[in-house]
């Protein structure tokens, strides 16, 4: 289920008559804070997330540029694969859609050096003159706005590598403008656009957050304690069962993987 589908839902459930137009907004919130809630306490909704940026929306491009190599916020969490799929409706620049182009993972100094080896050839040079990008002050000196346009016609490159510094990921060799790039990642999400995938499927899922979106616009707007204390209760139950059935998850892997390395 999108988020997407998720908040029409809930918001269907809470407010049948529809949900008022100026809290329609404040509601939105509701459902991305009963979220990250969960995953505070439900370690199962940590796992499985995946992060989906096109290099290009429109003309505008969605990544920086450092010296040839893409630039973009990593997520909160442990990384446990990063590759590439061709975002390019036209195909122009990759043979199938399904091309997933994985990267290898390395250290910043390796990006660096990486660049030192590449500088001079391929019209690759580094700025003497390139100032840090207004988006952050914490980047080195040459990171700058991406500067991509549609007319790129680099080829997609088969394979690269990528390292996380100071909050930023940095993929060698850039990627170009048909390309999307696809993280897999465990941590806290805060953060969710239309298109992406939830764990509201589970019926315990959409229960939780309807409970929690039900207790806060009872606090904060219908001044109902008696609503708020009763979806209190049931939302920290609902929490409670979520974090049991986590639990047996994890007791039943380890009985079908016994070592350590078992698969998650």
């Known amino acids: 289920m999108t988020f997407a589908t ?8 809470v407010f049948p008559y529809g949900v008022p137009e100026n809290l329609s907004t404040v509601i939105n919130n509701y459902i991305t804070e009963a979220l990250v809630h969960l995953q505070k306490y439900v370690p199962c909704f940590q796992q499985l ?28 969490g442990v990384i446990n694969r990063l590759y590439t799929i061709d975002a390019d409706s036209a195909n122009t620049n990759s043979s199938s859609k399904f091309d997933e182009r994985h990267y290898k993972q390395k250290t910043f100094k390796d990006i660096t050096e990486w660049i030192r080896g590449e500088e001079g050839t391929d ?38 590598m990528w390292a996380k510094y100071r909050g930023k990921l940095y993929i060698a060799p850039r990627l170009i403008d048909s390309e999307s790039l696809v993280v897999e990642w465990t941590g806290f999400k805060k953060a969710w656009g239309d298109s992406d995938t939830v764990d509201g499927d589970d019926p315990e899922v959409q229960r939780a957050v309807r409970l929690y979106v039900t ?13 708020y204390q009763f979806a209190t209760a049931e939302f920290n139950d609902a929490v409670s069962e979520m974090i049991w059935e986590c639990n047996q998850k994890e007791v039943i892997g380890k009985q079908i993987y016994p070592d350590q390395g078992r698969p998650s």
């Open 49 to 76: 997330n995946v992060t989906k940026t096109d290099v290009m929306s429109g003309s505008t491009a969605n990544m920086d540029e450092y010296v040839r190599t893409s630039v973009v916020a990593a997520p909160d």
């Open 123 to 160: 019209e690759l040079e580094v700025s003497t003159t390139a100032s840090a990008s207004s988006r952050s002050a914490t980047d080195p000196t040459n990171v700058q706005d991406g500067s991509q346009t549609t007319s790129d016609t680099e080829e997609r490159a088969f394979t690269g």
């Open 6 to 13: 998720l908040k029409t839902n809930v918001r269907a459930q």
């Open 215 to 227: 207790k806060e616009h009872a606090r904060d707007w219908d001044h109902d304690s008696e609503t």
